[in-house]
Antibody
Framework: QVTLKESGPTLVRPTQTLTLTCSFS??????????VGWIRQPPGKALEWLGLIYWDDEKLYSPSLKSRLTITKDKSINQVVLSLTNMNPADTGTYYC??????????????WGRGTLVNVSS | SYELTQPPSVSVSPGQTARITCSGD??????TFWYQQKPGQAPVLMIF???ERPSGIPERFAGFSVGTTATLAISGVQAEDEADYYC??????????FGGGTKLTVL
């Protein structure tokens, strides 16, 4: 059974760096074509894709966040970490991590964590 | 264009068929995926690769794509289907995008 859980601070000050951890079980990031993605959702607004990391350490980032976003993984402890620098109030929202099943030429999220709400405020 | 467009809202009476569209220039070449999100919950995958249904998703949910428009059709709509629905696709660069979401109201 695949599960994912996001953890990290609920409150971040403007200009600080947000670090969120996605802890997962039921799959391995050593398996071909498997990945983990990050998605966020401002209150009352639409989903926004942030980025993803694949089993082979390939990473893809949203063009709008590429300069601020880093995603890393630690296969040995089944974790993926998101770092978003220079936080501002527009980054407030619920952050989700999600599992990407192995596929070719496309990707999607078949299972999601419950999300964690991050508020950016001074 | 690097965007997916959905109608903000769709309303339907119970038992009828709801159709939610998703339009984008990349859709003729890329698959569309659909997610359902109920208030306070994480999204759930409903359709992948335009028309395939994950195990456990009711048969009344169907998807298809023609040209630049993908459609999620929900036949025999039930009250429990009231939710926000998002389409998603992948640009040829590998980067992803979501539509703006459609709120389905069951009258």
């Amino acid at each position: 059974q695949v599960t994912l859980k996001e953890s990290g601070p609920t409150l971040v000050r403007p200009t600080q760096t947000l670090t969120l951890t996605c802890s997962f079980s039921g799959f391995s990031l050593s398996t071909d074509a498997v990945g983990v993605g990050w998605i966020r959702q401002p209150p009352g607004k639409a989903l926004e894709w942030l980025g993803l990391i694949y089993w082979d350490d390939e990473k893809l980032y949203s063009p709008s966040l590429k300069s601020r976003l880093t995603i890393t993984k630690d296969k040995s402890i089944n974790q993926v970490v998101l770092s978003l620098t220079n936080m501002n109030p527009a980054d407030t929202g619920t952050y989700y991590c999600a599992h990407i099943p192995g596929s070719g030429g496309y990707w999607y999220f078949d299972l999601w964590g419950r999300g964690t709400l991050v508020n950016v405020s001074s | 264009s690097y965007e997916l467009t959905q109608p903000p809202s769709v309303s339907v009476s119970p038992g009828q068929t709801a159709r939610i569209t998703c339009s984008g220039d990349l859709l003729p070449r890329q698959y569309t995926f659909w997610y359902q999100q109920k208030p306070g919950q994480a999204p759930v995958l409903m359709i992948f690769k335009d028309s395939e249904r994950p195990s456990g998703i009711p048969e009344r949910f169907a998807g298809f794509s023609v040209g630049t428009t993908a459609t999620l059709a929900i036949s025999g709509v039930q009250a429990e289907d009231e939710a926000d629905y998002y389409c998603q696709s992948v640009h040829i660069t590998g980067k992803g995008l979501f539509g703006g979401g459609t709120k389905l109201t069951v009258l």
